[in-house]
């Protein structure tokens, strides 16, 4: 129980931070016409590596690596990384790869450990 409630937890972090950076940073015309030239100054260093994160689908790749190295090492913690980095990836524009990844990263988490 207390595991579905900190996996539960985590993942609603994670998507609450990732909808704050989508909706406050990355979307507003206001932010992407002073950030087009201010790239790496102040609010706008930000929202560039948000948008370098989700480029490529690389937040949901590496979310989806963790996941899968969870599964293999039976490690809850790996489970729980993989889990904020994929809700993360739903948010933030990578749901192809991001999806499969909260499917395993939440198997990693509610598999019994081998004996």
Not at 30 to 57: S, V, Y
Not at 66 to 76: D, G, Q, Y
Not at 85 to 101: D, Q
């Amino acid at each position: 129980m207390r595991d579905t409630l900190l996996g539960g937890t985590v993942a609603l972090a994670s998507l609450a931070l990732a909808a704050m950076l989508r909706f406050q940073l990355v979307e507003p015309a206001a932010m992407t016409a002073t950030c087009d030239a201010l790239r790496w100054q102040g609010w706008c260093a930000l929202r560039t590596l948000t948008i370098e994160a989700f480029i490529h689908d690389r937040l949901a790749m590496a979310a989806l690596a963790v996941a899968i190295l969870a599964l293999l090492r039976h490690s809850r913690r790996l489970g729980l990384l993989a889990l904020a980095a994929a809700s993360g990836g739903l948010m933030l524009y990578s749901a192809t790869l991001a999806a499969p990844a909260v499917l395993l990263a939440a198997l990693a988490l509610v598999r019994q450990p081998t004996a």
